[in-house]
């Protein structure tokens, strides 16, 4: 749905923000909720590469 938004109105920043946002929520799923003592060097790792992904 968001990929047609964007193909229709290329350049459009909601929709850039709708996708950045959901990167966003997805990258912190990756890391877990967990405070960062009690984060795994691979959540780190998955949290940082997916969130500096373009």
């Known amino acids: 749905m968001v990929e047609a938004w964007?193909?229709?109105r290329p350049g459009d920043p909601d929709a850039a923000?709708?996708?950045a946002?959901?990167?966003i929520l997805h990258t912190?799923?990756?890391r877990g909720q967990a405070r960062a003592h009690s984060t795994?060097?691979?959540r780190f790792e998955g949290f940082h590469?997916?969130?500096l992904a373009s």
């Open 49 to 51: 590469r997916e969130l």
């Open 6 to 8: 964007m193909e229709a």
């Open 17 to 19: 923000l709708v996708v």
């Open 21 to 23: 946002r959901a990167r």
């Open 40 to 42: 795994s060097r691979r």
């Open 28 to 30: 912190w799923k990756l």
